[in-house]
């Protein structure tokens, strides 16, 4: 089992910044590619970002390119989402996953790739 908790979300400006991060425990966190999703209300959820489990790989939305980076550090067992302009369309809940493990060098975009979530973190972007 892989257990993931999701913090740095919160209220910002519409172009402001946040940084989420994602600490992981329970089997080793350098063995999994890792992903952020986000769902809005009313809406599916949605692939964000992802990165390998060696931090060489890395895909993403195109709704959040040249804004949005992911980062991870193996020794702090953390996964990174650097959130630049945001936007008011980026309000969501965002969600850190593991993968299961299969893909570990390839990072997935489709969530049932991932076998392991967290609870979430709310962002809200104003206006």
């Known amino acids: 089992q892989v257990q993931l908790v999701e913090s740095g979300g919160g209220l910002v400006q519409a172009g402001g910044s946040l940084r989420l991060s994602c600490a992981a425990s329970?089997?080793?966190?350098?063995?999994?590619?890792m992903g952020w999703f986000r769902q809005a209300p009313g809406k599916e959820r949605e692939f964000v970002f992802a990165i390998s489990s060696n931090g060489d790989s890395t895909r993403y939305a195109d709704s959040v390119k040249g804004r949005f980076t992911i980062s991870r550090d193996n020794a702090k067992n953390t996964v990174y989402l650097q959130m630049n302009n945001l936007k008011p369309e980026d309000t969501a809940i965002y969600y850190c996953?593991?993968?299961?493990?299969?893909?570990?060098?390839?990072?997935?975009?489709?969530?049932?790739?991932?076998?392991?979530w967290g609870r979430g973190t709310q962002v809200t972007v104003s206006s």
């Open positions: 329970g089997r080793t966190f350098a063995n999994y590619a």
């Open positions: 996953a593991a993968d299961r493990g299969s893909r570990a060098l390839i990072p997935a975009a489709r969530a049932t790739d991932y076998g392991y």
